[in-house]
């Protein structure tokens, strides 16, 4: 896929009218590249170093929690 938005802040309803955001997000585009239950897979680049982990997506669209702010909330190197 092609990333195409960085620093993007997404809303998801949580339910029971909770709204959660998530900032500094990735998109990427490319038709059919998740699926529901795909969340927390490894985005990776052509070469294989780590852009992040898969957090939502739709069939044109993958929404990406960036890796340098994954390792940084879980303080893992």
Excluded: C, H, P, Y
């Excluded at 982990?53 to 340098?68: H, M, P, Q």
Aim: glycine share 12%.
């Amino acid at each position: 896929g092609i990333i195409s938005q960085t620093e993007v802040t997404v809303n998801v309803n949580m339910g029971d009218g909770k709204i959660a955001t998530f900032i500094d997000q990735i998109v990427i585009e490319k038709e059919g590249m998740s699926a529901g239950g795909d969340s927390g897979s490894a985005i990776l680049t052509e070469d294989n170093r780590m852009v992040g982990l898969l957090f939502a997506g739709s069939e044109k669209a993958t929404i990406v929690n960036r890796w340098g702010n994954v390792r940084e909330a879980l303080e893992i190197d």
